[in-house]
């Protein structure tokens, strides 16, 4: 486990580390051009070349390079002086400003070191400089990279950049006279690009880099995110475990409760069923209806009613009434028959001024409410033929 | 050699074409093994807890439904319906207690029943209903006391068909008889039915009278 985490850390993550570094440059760039098309003021730098026998100030935009003033002649060479302050154009003022000297002005020097030291090549540089180095390091600037891994030697060979304290320092006393904000001194190569950053000292990386207290503040909020991520899981699990331990606490309660809800309805299906059936009118509420709808002055003689179940009554009666239709029109009227139908109409005889009639009609739906055994007369009216 | 020595000697376009593309495979793995995985946790976590509460408030009022239904399943047989229907004791006649009560009821209205013969039965909605047809000769107030001592009858009695007829020529002072027919069921539950005893076929009417 611990190899395979040395391998990991030792091999892989500088490599890692590289390709990251690599993609979010690429991206970066990309990004440049972008806003360079979209919002070119955001992406716009000033390009200051120094070289040993002319210079140029340059605008650059994205992939635009215009040039907007040449610089004298060995500007670097020569000591500032107040009140010869060289005038720019305003249009390159407050913008950030890369400085990029010739190589003229640079000592470089290419170190091959094991690929273990990697992690501490400050370190180790300036252990190599303060044997190797002409010059007092404290009147130095240094920037170094790694140019290049041998894997199969597992060295990396380091390219070392030098310049002189007191050039950087002229630099950034111009970039204030002028008015740029100075964001990077490296060594040009005169078609454009530029490497390294005399800026980044080892103090001004190690600001960037972590401090004891970053890393753990770090580890406190990877520590808290892993302890969150615990409770949660713990306290969804617990709640899992709770609402089931309730649920079967309540399932013989619950099943008996199923059981006995069951056995309630099938016990209780033919008692509703029967007062289902008694609610509905049978043929002798049907008699005492119609004894109620039937006119004092009408007389039936022959009456039939029949039912099925909770099915309406029908009735057919025969009977003599003075005017059938009449009936008729009176039985629909109570609102206790439907399908009234006159079947057949005759005189009763020449005089009598009654009609004999058949006629056939269904009881309207209706729920009686009890089965009252109150005196109701069954249907025969008062009159008699 | 490194990945990136191997990137590096490619022209930008390819550069920026691999760029892009490590970009978008690290919005797919970030979008499908990070927030995927992660959202299906929380709604899963979601839906079980509804579907908890749900669960959980049924079975507490189940629960706390159960002493009420064990004391509503005791005193469903208590209930005065059951009196209603006809019980079938082992081997007896449903049709028979029918018919007696009936002759019953028609004795206490001074009622003459001339014939009493069964009719099929009927099963329907877990009740079996056994009926009885007879004719009788009444008058109107005859007629009047026997619908009420039909009513007052212990077991239900549901008239399912009736016939009256009467002289279509009446005297004014005479209250002329009535023929009466009337097809009378009573119920009996479908389980006793078939506890007691089967389902009688429509016999041959026996000839009863009172």
Known sequence: MSLSWQVLTSRWMPALGELCTWWLQELREMAEVLLGRVAPRWVTRTMVWLGPHSGSISVVRGAQRVSVSPLPEDILGKPLETGNVLEVPKVVRGTRAVFAVALEYVLTHTLTLPASVAADLDEVVSLQLERECPVPLDRVYVHHRIRRR?????????????????????????AQQWGLR????????????????????PQTTSRRRLSVIDRRLARSAVALAALFLVTLAFHWGYERVVVGRELRRLAPSATAADRLTQQLRTQAAPAEALAALMRQSDALDTLITL??????????????????????????????????????????????????????????GLGSGQDRLQLTAREASRVVASYSTSARMPAQGSAQP | MTRLELILPKTPVRRRILALLMLAFALVVLWGAVLTPVAWIARSQGEWRADARHELARARGKAALEPALRQRSADLMREPIWSRFYDVPLGQDVTALI????????????????????????????????????????SADQLSRFVDALRSSTHYLRVERLTVTSPQLQRVDQNAPLEVTMEVFGFTRSADRRAGMPMPPPPEPPEVSS
């Open chain 1, 291 to 348: 004894t109620e709808d039937i006119p004092a002055d009408s007389w039936v003689y022959e009456l039939e009613v029949s039912t099925q179940g909770p099915q309406a009554p029908r009735i057919k009666l025969s009977g003599f009434t003075p005017v059938a239709t009449a009936l008729v029109a009176q039985l629909q009227r109570s609102g206790h028959f439907d399908e009234v139908r006159l079947v057949t109409a005759i005189s009763a």
């Open chain 2, 99 to 138: 018919q007696r009560d009936v002759l019953s009821v028609a004795v206490k209205a001074g009622v003459t029943i001339q014939a009493i013969t069964p009719s099929a039965a009927v099963e329907e909605g877990g009740l079996a209903g056994y009926g009885v047809r007879f004719g009788a000769s009444m």
């Open chain 1, 150 to 174: 041998l894997a199969a030697d597992r060295k990396i060979e380091v390219e070392i950049l030098i310049i002189q304290r007191d050039r950087v320092e002229r630099l950034q006393a111009l």
């Open chain 1, 182 to 201: 100075l964001v990077r001194i490296g060594v040009g190569s005169g078609d454009g690009d530029v490497a390294g950053n005399f800026l980044r000292t």
